[in-house]
């Protein structure tokens, strides 16, 4: 099983920065890839942004050029860099890690890292 932690969340200005971390841990042999969700009260989780164990990204519109995915010092760590910080930024962060073993896929959830930003 693989479980997943993040950290790094808090309350920041706007335009100012702040970088989340995951790290997932267990059996991640399986993991192929790590991304970041969130959600706001009453509102679906929505993509944020992919990272793919080659290290390719994706992201998702309104965050795209603001925010940027890296693999830490090893491929269970993943951060998420956010500059430029908007209001409508402000969330609860999730971090989901993607096991895939022969045809089966898994995800595996953290519980969240609250953002806040003051305008």
């Known amino acids: 099983q693989v479980q997943v932690v993040e950290s790094g969340g808090g309350s920041v200005q706007a335009g100012g920065s702040l970088r989340l971390s995951c790290t997932a841990s267990g059996t991640t042999s399986c993991v192929h890839a790590m991304s970041w969700w969130r959600q706001v009260p009453g509102k679906a989780r929505e993509f944020v942004s992919n990272?793919?164990?080659?290290?390719?990204?994706s992201y998702e519109d309104s965050v795209r050029g603001r925010f940027t995915s890296s693999q830490g010092d090893t491929k269970d760590t993943m951060y998420l860099q956010m500059n430029g910080v908007k209001p409508e930024d402000a969330a609860v962060y999730y971090c989901?890690?993607?096991?895939?073993?022969?045809?089966?896929?898994?995800?595996?959830w953290g519980q969240g890292t609250q953002v806040t930003v003051s305008s």
């Open positions: 990272l793919n164990s080659d290290g390719s990204t």
């Open positions: 989901q890690a993607l096991c895939r073993r022969g045809s089966a896929t898994s995800r595996a």
